[in-house]
T-cell receptor
Framework: NAGVMQNPRHLVRRRGQEARLRCSPM?????VYWYRQLPEEGLKFMVY????????ESGMPKERFSAEFPKEGPSILRIQQVVRGDSAAYFC????????????FGPGTRLTVL | AQTVTQSQPEMSVQEAETVTLSCTYD???????LFWYKQPPSRQMILVIR??????QNATENRFSVNFQKAAKSFSLKISDSQLGDTAMYFC?????????????FGKGTKLTVNP
């Protein structure tokens, strides 16, 4: 059973460009979480999605950030008009159920904004 | 608001010895889970151990065990017979159902170095 897949593993963007990060959950998992890790910090929750629904986006910045989890295909975290402060590692996690279940993490995408 | 505090930014231990990492948390919820995740230099987040709050018995996974003190809101991780591969950042995390969302709240981490 393949684990959580994320791509790309490394992404370099110039200020003002768009970044698209993809996450494929583990087989059988329908709940996806996105977290951001700034340098020397712990992970911070951004958004929780189920298929075709955003359940909790309380950790998402109000502007430039969006997320989706379509019926078919991976979950996408999209950052428009990136700024240097967006440089971080972005982790996706998935779980099979919603009630107090373990979240399994992907390898992360390291975004660098020049 | 739920918070997780790891008071030891860095620790070191000699190979084969035992080390304990501290974690405290703050919540008014009665039903929750606690986790320790390991992040080696590869940056992959690896689940080490989890503890359900309703269970009195401390969780163990091979060389890893926890000391869960619910009243004190303390959740420390003990690593026995430390190995070089245990060198990593260790994050304590807390999860509780809130409005249908079960996000993890992480501490800032403890950097553990195992010396040969």
């Amino acid at each position: 059973n393949a684990g959580v897949m994320q791509n790309p593993r490394h992404l370099v963007r110039r200020r003002g460009q768009e970044a698209r990060l993809r996450c494929s959950p583990m087989k059988g998992h329908s709940h996806v979480y996105w977290y951001r890790q700034l340098p020397e910090e712990g992970l911070k929750f951004m958004v929780y999605l189920q298929k075709e629904n955003i359940i909790d986006e309380s950790g998402m910045p109000k502007e430039r950030f969006s997320a989706e989890f379509p019926k078919e295909g991976p979950s996408i975290l999209r950052i428009q008009q990136v700024v240097r402060g967006d440089s971080a590692a972005y982790f996706c996690a998935s779980s099979p159920t919603v009630y107090l279940d373990t979240q399994y993490f992907g390898p992360g995408t390291r975004l660098t904004v020049l | 608001a739920q918070t997780v505090t790891q008071s030891q930014p860095e620790m070191s231990v000699q190979e084969a010895e035992t080390v304990t990492l501290s974690c405290t948390y703050d919540t008014s919820e009665s039903n929750y889970y606690l986790f320790w995740y390991k992040q080696p230099p590869s940056r992959q987040m690896i689940l080490v151990i989890r503890q359900e709050a309703y269970k009195q018995q401390n969780a163990t996974e091979n060389r890893f065990s926890v000391n869960f003190q619910k009243a004190a809101k303390s959740f420390s991780l003990k690593i026995s017979d430390s190995q070089l591969g245990d060198t990593a950042m260790y994050f304590c995390a807390f999860m509780t159902p809130q409005g249908g969302s079960e996000k993890l709240v992480f501490g800032k981490g403890t950097k553990l170095t195992v010396n040969p």
